[in-house]
């Protein structure tokens, strides 16, 4: 079991940035577990499905990392794997980003996975909006 605490939601500006943190914990994780699992960010817009936004690969597979188009060159995934916490550092942020942001561990899956079956434990939810 493992439990995800999301961190750094907010009201924001359009131009302006956040990160995003979740960190993971609820059992025994040790570094080298931790940092086999990809992790991702995916996100809720209100009558919207839930989409993928970005994913950060366990370190056997290099740690590699995919972005949904929209938020390429803007936005940033990446892992702290002795803190079990990964960050979104999302910047230029438009008001079509304005969701509730949801982090993500995979257990089965090392590579940058983006469908959410691909992901066995999920965070709450932290709401990003961004005003025009």
């Known amino acids: 079991q493992m439990d995800l605490v999301e961190s750094g939601g907010g009201l924001v500006q359009t131009g302006g940035s956040l990160r995003l943190s979740c960190e993971a914990s609820?059992?025994?994780?040790?570094?080298?577990?931790?940092?086999?699992?990809?992790l991702g960010w995916f996100r809720q817009a209100p009558g919207r499905e839930r989409e993928f936004v970005a994913v950060?690969?366990?370190?056997?597979?290099?740690?590699?990392?995919a972005y949904t188009d929209s938020v390429k060159g803007r936005f940033t995934v990446s892992r702290d794997n002795a803190k079990h916490t990964w960050f979104l550092q999302m910047s230029d942020l438009k008001p079509e980003d304005t969701a509730v942001y949801y982090c993500?561990?995979?257990?089965?899956?090392?590579?940058?996975?983006?469908?959410?079956?691909?992901?066995?434990?999920w965070g709450q939810g932290t709401q990003v909006t961004v005003s025009s």
């Open positions: 993500a561990a995979s257990e089965r899956y090392e590579g940058t996975v983006t469908l959410h079956w691909q992901y066995a434990y």
């Open positions: 950060i690969g366990g370190r056997w597979s290099g740690g590699p990392t």
């Open positions: 609820g059992r025994s994780i040790g570094s080298n577990d931790f940092g086999s699992n990809a």
